[in-house]
Protein backbone atom coordinates (compact mmCIF):
# COMPACT_ATOMS: atom_id res chain seq x y z
CA UNK A 1 0.00 0.00 0.00
CA UNK A 2 1.44 3.03 -0.83
CA UNK A 3 2.67 5.29 2.02
CA UNK A 4 -0.06 8.27 2.38
CA UNK A 5 2.93 10.87 2.53
CA UNK A 6 4.50 9.76 -0.86
CA UNK A 7 0.57 10.36 -2.41
CA UNK A 8 0.17 13.90 -0.67
CA UNK A 9 3.80 14.75 -1.88
CA UNK A 10 3.18 13.74 -5.63
CA UNK A 11 -0.07 15.82 -5.66
CA UNK A 12 1.68 18.54 -4.35
CA UNK A 13 4.29 18.52 -6.70
CA UNK A 14 1.28 17.79 -9.40
CA UNK A 15 -0.20 20.89 -8.50
CA UNK A 16 3.08 22.30 -8.75
CA UNK A 17 3.46 21.76 -12.28
CA UNK A 18 -0.02 22.48 -13.44
CA UNK A 19 0.04 25.59 -11.93
CA UNK A 20 3.33 27.24 -12.25
CA UNK A 21 5.05 25.13 -15.29
CA UNK A 22 9.05 25.49 -15.10
CA UNK A 23 10.15 28.24 -17.18
CA UNK A 24 13.19 26.05 -18.60
CA UNK A 25 10.56 23.61 -19.82
CA UNK A 26 9.97 23.50 -23.57
CA UNK A 27 5.91 24.08 -24.49
CA UNK A 28 5.89 19.74 -25.66
CA UNK A 29 7.82 19.44 -22.25
CA UNK A 30 4.86 21.04 -20.36
CA UNK A 31 2.29 19.69 -22.43
CA UNK A 32 3.82 15.98 -21.67
CA UNK A 33 4.27 16.28 -18.24
CA UNK A 34 0.44 17.85 -17.76
CA UNK A 35 -0.84 14.87 -19.92
CA UNK A 36 1.28 12.23 -18.07
CA UNK A 37 -0.28 13.97 -14.99
CA UNK A 38 -3.93 13.49 -16.31
CA UNK A 39 -3.80 9.80 -17.34
CA UNK A 40 -2.46 9.31 -13.68
CA UNK A 41 -5.34 11.27 -11.87
CA UNK A 42 -7.87 10.01 -14.54
CA UNK A 43 -6.82 6.46 -13.98
CA UNK A 44 -6.82 6.50 -10.17
CA UNK A 45 -10.25 8.64 -10.14
CA UNK A 46 -11.71 5.66 -11.92
CA UNK A 47 -9.83 2.62 -9.80
CA UNK A 48 -11.40 4.41 -6.74
CA UNK A 49 -14.90 4.65 -8.48
CA UNK A 50 -14.43 1.13 -9.67
CA UNK A 51 -14.53 0.18 -5.66
CA UNK A 52 -17.51 2.24 -5.11
CA UNK A 53 -20.23 0.56 -7.17
CA UNK A 54 -24.12 0.96 -5.75
CA UNK A 55 -25.22 -2.81 -4.96
CA UNK A 56 -28.83 -3.78 -4.39
CA UNK A 57 -29.56 -4.80 -0.46
CA UNK A 58 -32.02 -5.10 2.20
CA UNK A 59 -32.74 -3.43 4.89
CA UNK A 60 -34.61 -5.33 7.75
CA UNK A 61 -36.83 -3.38 10.57
CA UNK A 62 -37.38 -6.41 12.80
CA UNK A 63 -40.38 -7.02 14.76
CA UNK A 64 -40.42 -7.52 18.70
CA UNK A 65 -40.80 -11.54 18.11
CA UNK A 66 -37.99 -11.72 15.53
CA UNK A 67 -35.34 -8.72 17.55
CA UNK A 68 -35.45 -10.88 21.11
CA UNK A 69 -33.80 -13.93 19.85
CA UNK A 70 -30.59 -11.26 18.36
CA UNK A 71 -27.62 -11.89 21.00
CA UNK A 72 -29.35 -14.67 22.38
CA UNK A 73 -28.70 -18.80 21.34
CA UNK A 74 -31.07 -19.60 18.84
CA UNK A 75 -31.79 -23.20 17.50
CA UNK A 76 -31.99 -22.19 14.21
CA UNK A 77 -29.30 -20.86 11.76
CA UNK A 78 -29.14 -17.56 10.17
CA UNK A 79 -30.31 -18.35 6.84
CA UNK A 80 -33.30 -19.69 8.84
CA UNK A 81 -33.70 -16.72 10.73
CA UNK A 82 -33.53 -14.70 7.19
CA UNK A 83 -35.91 -16.86 5.89
CA UNK A 84 -38.58 -16.19 8.69
CA UNK A 85 -38.06 -12.93 9.38
CA UNK A 86 -38.83 -12.17 5.49
CA UNK A 87 -41.64 -14.21 5.60
CA UNK A 88 -43.21 -12.37 8.89
CA UNK A 89 -45.60 -9.92 7.87
CA UNK A 90 -44.89 -7.69 11.07
CA UNK A 91 -40.50 -7.39 9.73
CA UNK A 92 -40.82 -4.63 7.25
CA UNK A 93 -38.39 -5.41 4.62
CA UNK A 94 -37.08 -2.03 2.99
CA UNK A 95 -35.32 -2.84 -0.67
CA UNK A 96 -32.16 -0.03 -1.19
CA UNK A 97 -29.70 0.68 -2.87
CA UNK A 98 -25.95 0.84 -1.07
CA UNK A 99 -22.36 1.10 -1.74
CA UNK A 100 -20.65 -2.12 -1.95
CA UNK A 101 -17.17 -1.04 -1.06
CA UNK A 102 -18.71 1.06 2.00
CA UNK A 103 -20.51 -1.53 3.12
CA UNK A 104 -17.76 -4.35 3.53
CA UNK A 105 -15.78 -2.09 5.15
CA UNK A 106 -18.80 -0.99 7.60
CA UNK A 107 -18.74 2.88 7.01
CA UNK A 108 -21.85 4.60 5.51
CA UNK A 109 -23.57 0.96 5.00
CA UNK A 110 -27.07 2.58 3.87
CA UNK A 111 -25.84 5.29 1.83
CA UNK A 112 -25.56 5.68 -1.80
CA UNK A 113 -24.39 7.48 -3.35
CA UNK A 114 -21.72 7.00 -0.99
CA UNK A 115 -19.98 10.08 0.49
CA UNK A 116 -16.52 9.14 -1.55
CA UNK A 117 -18.70 9.12 -4.86
CA UNK A 118 -20.40 12.24 -4.11
CA UNK A 119 -16.96 14.11 -3.55
CA UNK A 120 -15.54 12.44 -7.26
CA UNK A 121 -18.78 13.68 -8.73
CA UNK A 122 -19.56 16.89 -7.21
CA UNK A 123 -15.58 18.23 -8.15
CA UNK A 124 -15.71 16.46 -11.29
CA UNK A 125 -19.07 17.90 -12.65
CA UNK A 126 -19.17 21.31 -10.68
CA UNK A 127 -15.79 22.22 -11.58
CA UNK A 128 -14.46 22.21 -7.81
CA UNK A 129 -10.24 22.23 -7.35
CA UNK A 130 -10.18 24.80 -9.75
CA UNK A 131 -8.95 27.30 -6.84
Known amino acids: MPDPDDVA ?4 EWRQNLGRPSILATQSERRADAERIARKAVAALEAVLK ?3 PRQS ?3 HICKRHGAGIGTTRTMTAAEWRDEVDACPDCIKQPTTICAHCENIRI ?3 EWPCPTCVAITTTLTRGGGDD
Do not use: E, F, K
Open 51 to 53: LHT
Open 9 to 12: STLA
Open 108 to 110: CDD
Open 58 to 60: VVR
